[in-house]
């Protein structure tokens, strides 16, 4: 059956709402979602290990009855070395190449420790000191597919920043467990994985439970559930970012094989239902051939079901003015991916200010930015391009300022700060500053 995908030209009078109607995406802030979620999450506070072994065998369909203990679902070391060791020779390579590079490209993120400082005139020393955090979170998703190289994606980052403890939680639906996924945390060198997933693991990463030691910071992707518990314990932890399903944008000029454009959408598809492939293109022609080939290929992909549901739910073909409309169209959906597959693609990178990550030229597909070149995969969704960045080193080092003030600049700074903290109405603050004056009022 042909696919029944959205068909929008910009210069039709009703466009601008039906782009944004194609763009709301509320999965995350569904209130069913919400709901279970928070009962997840005070459930897991107030009965921890207990919980979160409940929800883990119902959810997961952990078998023979499911878990008795927490114990179960912790992997230790012996078992992700068995696992890296017992992968075949082409699985291996293929994982630490991508580990290499992505541990290449963020090395250059890393800020130094030292941070920096200066001395001002009167000896006062001001500065920023730079630490990693002590213990993080890793959130693998694994409902739907097993991501072995979003271990790699939150890991490595994590420990080119020096965190000591990275502690990985990936679900195993049905209680089996993903080789590559265990040997992908060995190549990271991840600290301890459990196999449990959902609000349930966020709640436990968040709160501690008698099992697992509360952490600092939760990162990684996963689906509504996942969204919603991380946007909920925001505070009691960090959190990187709610990056939710998976989105490309492809802008074409028309001069790419249609058939490379047709399976790039795919390739983001094939993630989830909820999923967003959009292309943007000045062609009919050429959007008509794209879609002939959608057809041809569709009936080939393993995951067929899930591209379809994606597309016709919230995939579109776009028809525009000119490339100069598609870029400033891309920068108001902010697309977690966005190839521009055209002839110099630089000129219209050059235009575009809102992205996760840009994939210039048409053999950059988005697919190799997922596994291998080395930038993050882990990438703002639902438009948050516009004021959130790829998961990075930076999220795993914090700044704390460091203030020296000598002698003499206590008597300058003293009289400015007893200032303002009298103009407050704050007594302790300005008196604090005045008795360090040499001339003490
Ligand atoms: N941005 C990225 O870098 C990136 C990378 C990989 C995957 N993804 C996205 O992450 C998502 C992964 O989702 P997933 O489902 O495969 O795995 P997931 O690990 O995020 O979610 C699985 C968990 O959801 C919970 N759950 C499922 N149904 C539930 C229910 N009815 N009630 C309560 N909890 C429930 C269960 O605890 C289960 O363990 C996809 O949307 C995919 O596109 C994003
Ligand atoms: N496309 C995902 C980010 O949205 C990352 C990924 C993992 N495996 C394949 N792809």
Wanted: glycine content about 8%; charged content about 20%.
């Amino acid at each position: 059956m042909p696919i029944q995908i959205t068909k929008l030209d910009s210069s039709q009078a009703g466009f601008q709402p039906a782009l944004s109607a194609l763009l709301a995406f509320e999965a995350s802030t569904d209130e069913a979602i919400e709901r279970s979620v928070a009962a997840i999450l005070a459930d897991v506070k107030a009965r921890g290990d207990a919980a979160v072994l409940e929800y883990t065998n119902r959810f997961d369909r952990i078998p023979n009855g499911g878990a008795s203990s927490m114990a179960a679902f912790d992997i230790g070391q012996a078992e992700l070395e068995a696992a890296l060791a017992g992968l075949p020779e082409a699985q291996r390579l293929a994982l630490q190449t991508a580990a290499e590079r992505i541990r290449l490209f963020h090395e250059r993120q890393k800020q130094e420790l030292s941070g920096f400082s200066y001395t001002e005139a009167d000896g006062t020393v001001l500065g920023q000191k730079i630490t990693p955090l002590d213990r993080v979170g890793i959130y693998v998703p694994g409902g739907k597919a097993a991501y072995p190289s979003s271990v790699l994606m939150n890991a490595v980052p994590a420990k080119v920043a020096g965190v000591a403890e990275i502690i990985m939680v990936v679900p195993t639906p049905d209680g089996v467990k993903n080789q590559m996924v265990l040997a992908a945390a060995a190549i990271a060198g991840v600290t301890r994985v459990i196999t449990i997933g959902g609000a349930q693991a966020v709640g436990a990463l968040a709160h501690g439970t008698a099992s697992i030691a509360p952490v600092d910071k939760i990162v990684g992707p996963g689906n509504a559930y996942v969204a919603a518990a991380k946007r909920r314990v925001f505070g009691i932890v960090g959190i990187d970012m709610i990056a939710g399903p998976s989105e490309i944008l492809i802008i074409c000029d028309g001069t790419t094989d249609p058939d490379w454009v047709a399976m790039d959408l795919f390739s983001q598809a094939e993630h989830d239902e909820l999923a967003q492939a959009i292309l943007l293109c000045p062609d009919a022609d050429y959007i008509a051939r794209v879609e002939a080939s959608i057809n041809k290929l569709l009936p080939t992909m393993p995951r067929q079901d899930t591209i379809r549901t994606s597309l016709t739910d919230r995939g579109a073909l776009i028809k525009v003015r000119d490339m100069a409309e598609a870029c400033a169209i891309a920068n108001s959906i902010a697309a977690e991916h966005l190839e521009i597959s055209a002839e110099n693609p630089q000129q219209w990178a050059d235009q575009i200010r809102h992205a996760g990550a840009m994939f210039l030229g048409r053999f950059s597909s988005e697919s190799l930015g997922d596994y291998c070149c080395g930038p993050n995969h882990v990438l703002p969704t639902s438009r948050t391009a516009r004021f959130s960045s790829p998961l990075g080193v930076y999220d795993f080092q914090k700044r704390s300022s460091v203030i020296h003030v000598s002698e003499a600049g206590a008597q300058t700074l003293g009289k400015v700060a007893a200032e303002l903290a009298y103009g407050e109405g704050l007594q302790a603050h300005a008196r604090s500053a005045e008795l360090r004056l040499t001339s003490n009022p």
